[in-house]
């Protein structure tokens, strides 16, 4: 009995002793004080060149704390439960119908930005944001395909039917996405990503499993390690996983069928929780300077919808077709629109119906 | 001292009663409800109706029998083993040590070694066989899933191996029984309850293993839980999840009672 208590009370100390370590480590680190001269940002893991805030620090003499999330919903239930007074966030598009629906966002006045003129036209006005009152484009991509030239000719596949052919069978992997995957049936038929006519959903998805046989699995994040592990030849995924894939792979490519694909946008957003707008403010405004901006979309690798900082990009940059398709194509993208909870659930429901009988 | 008792009883009631009976209730509560919380069966029917979820049922059914199937055949020599050797707490320690391990971590590793690069396939190379695509199959979906359950398996009967007595095993070589018959009339109908018990920490998880089916099986395998999963966290749809937990549930129940029947039937044969 004695050695019980003693090793409980010992468990306990250790647990008490890690708790109060952590703690302690947790207010060194900035944490939930905020005065006057700090900015926090709430923004995705690595999403920003370190660079570019101790730059602005300078210039400013804010103090900027940088927390970061690793999915929106994630960020907004943090934002909705308000513990942390978080003065920018940078959630995508259909996360911004969401928190305006909510209540949870500041409107931006853009004639306080100086610099909101560099955004080019084809970003604005988009459905999730009609009137720009709300979110300043941060990034931009496209959901589209990526394939390994060891096996896959340069430039072979060009359109999304392409893929349903014979010769790739069992090399296809495919995000699990219902919306992407329906998507792509859907535009590759020519109806739209955000169709909501119960018949064309159902002629997509007879489509999709036309696709099955060429079909080696239906993954998450992990599709990047297994391209780069040339486990698949071609995989269906984002521009922004696209990005990191190529950076360890030369052979890997990524195209943007031209009869059109996802637009999807990451955007700077004002939560309610702002307690130092001022500073929101300026950094919104230094980050569109378009040579900030421009050192930014480097490091990150992803698009800018900054005209002048796409300027100041290198050639090689600003000139690859896969990362800023050419205008035509760029018409034919689609932000996805918020669909009605049973529209969603009939997306789900026949991607289901595809993950079950897609075997054979 | 009954007061006493009763104070003791407290936590335990208390915590029975907060997340088990109460989440029970939760569950059944949204199965049998809409979104709009009207008393309806039409979940129940929905599930019936569509050949999709029961198609899915039968596919996680089967999966979870492999999967205990093959749990079984590798555990229960392994218990039997166990049982003989000079170092059991060690040997134990050595089943058992995986289990330390995050599943997602282990999940990982075999994708590293079931790879077309990985090392499966470097064996193989040594003999001029090909990268052979082991992953997102039936095998590679299995062969984890039994890795992974098998400790859950061999800890059980190897509790219930113990506990017959060794007098029991004299006595039956003493009666001039071979070591089949010895087996066949005494250590396994013995050992029952811990090869039930098995059966039962394994079939039941093995239902609805969601996070396999997608790292290892690439959503080749479709189990009720990867359903489970899109209900609650993809479409929001509460009620339909809670009815396929329901189900769930009562699959649980049945193992339950088929196992515990056969125990019956044996003892009136002896």
Not at chain 1, 208 to 237: H, P
Not at chain 2, 133 to 143: N, S
Not at chain 2, 238 to 255: E, H, K, Y
Request: charged share 20%.
């Amino acid at each position: 009995m004695k050695k019980i208590l003693s090793a409980a009370l010992a468990i306990l100390l250790v647990s008490l002793g890690l708790y109060l370590g952590a703690q302690q480590l947790d207010s060194s680190s900035g944490g939930s004080a905020s005065s006057k001269k700090d900015l926090i940002i709430y923004n995705w893991g690595d999403y920003i060149d370190p660079d570019l805030i101790t730059k602005f620090e300078k210039q400013t003499g804010y103090h900027v704390i940088y927390e970061t999330f690793d999915s929106n919903e994630a960020m907004y239930t943090k934002i909705k439960q308000g513990g942390t007074a978080y003065d920018l966030a940078v959630p995508s598009d259909y996360m911004i119908t969401k928190l305006r629906r909510d209540n949870l966002l500041d409107k931006i006045d853009t004639s306080r930005l100086s610099n909101f003129k560099y955004i080019g036209k084809e970003f604005l006005h988009k459905s999730f944001d009609e009137k720009n009152e709300y979110s300043v484009p941060y990034f931009w991509g496209t959901l589209g395909i990526v394939y390994n030239d060891r096996y896959v000719k340069k430039g072979e596949i060009k359109s999304w039917n392409d893929l349903w052919k014979k010769k790739y069978q069992g090399q296809i992997l495919l995000v699990d996405s219902a919306r992407d995957i329906m998507g792509m049936s859907l535009v590759s038929m020519g109806y739209s990503m955000n169709d909501t006519n119960s018949a064309h959903l159902k002629v997509a998805k007879a489509k999709l499993d036309k696709i099955g046989k060429n079909v080696k699995a239906i993954v998450a994040d992990e599709l990047k390690m297994y391209m780069v592990q040339n486990e698949a030849w071609i995989g269906v995924t984002y521009s922004g996983e696209a990005v990191t894939m190529m950076d360890q792979d030369s052979h890997i490519h990524y195209v943007v069928p031209a009869q059109g694909s996802n637009l999807w946008f990451d955007n700077i957003v004002i939560p309610k929780t702002c307690k130092n707008k001022e500073a929101a403010y300026k950094f919104i405004n230094f980050m569109l300077e378009p040579k900030n901006a421009a050192q930014n979309a480097e490091y990150i690798g992803y698009s800018t919808p900054n005209t002048a900082a796409q300027k100041l990009l290198p050639k090689s940059v600003r000139e690859d077709k896969q990362f800023y398709p050419p205008m035509s194509t760029v018409k034919n993208l689609e932000v996805y629109r918020d669909l009605p909870s049973s529209k969603v659930q009939e997306y789900n429901d026949l991607f289901l119906e595809f993950k079950m009988y897609a075997r054979n | 001292m009954k007061k006493n008792r009763l104070l003791f009883l407290l936590p335990y009631l208390l915590w029975i009663g907060l997340f088990v009976i109460a989440p029970l209730v939760l569950i059944l509560g949204y199965s049998l409800t809409d979104a709009h919380s009207h008393l309806t069966l039409q979940n129940f029917a929905a599930f019936f109706s569509g050949g999709t979820f029961l198609r899915m049922m039968a596919n996680s059914f089967w999966y979870a029998l492999l999967i205990t199937f093959f749990c079984l055949l590798v555990s229960y020599p392994a218990a039997l083993a166990l049982t003989r050797l000079k170092n059991q707490q060690f040997w134990l320690m050595l089943i058992i040590l995986p289990t330390w391990i995050n599943l997602l971590l282990k999940a990982y590793a075999f994708i590293g070694i079931f790879s077309r690069s990985g090392m499966v396939n470097q064996f193989l190379g040594l003999f001029g066989i090909g990268p052979v695509g082991i992953m997102f199959t039936d095998f590679a979906f299995i062969f984890v899933a039994t890795y992974i359950e098998i400790p859950f398996m061999v800890m059980p009967i190897y509790n219930s191996l113990k506990e017959i007595d060794p007098a029991l095993l004299s006595a039956s070589s003493d009666l001039g029984a071979s070591f089949w018959q010895t087996f066949r009339y005494v250590i396994w109908p013995l050992s029952w309850p811990g090869v039930e018990s098995g059966i039962q920490a394994i079939f039941i998880p093995s239902l609805s293993l969601f996070m396999l089916t997608r790292l290892i099986g690439g959503n080749r395998v479709i189990t009720l839980g990867t359903a489970v999963e899109e209900y609650f966290l993809t479409t929001m749809n509460w009620n339909m999840g809670a009815t396929i937990g329901v189900i769930l549930i009562a699959l649980m129940l049945i193992v339950m009672l088929l196992t515990s029947r056969k125990q019956h039937k044996k003892e009136i044969e002896l």
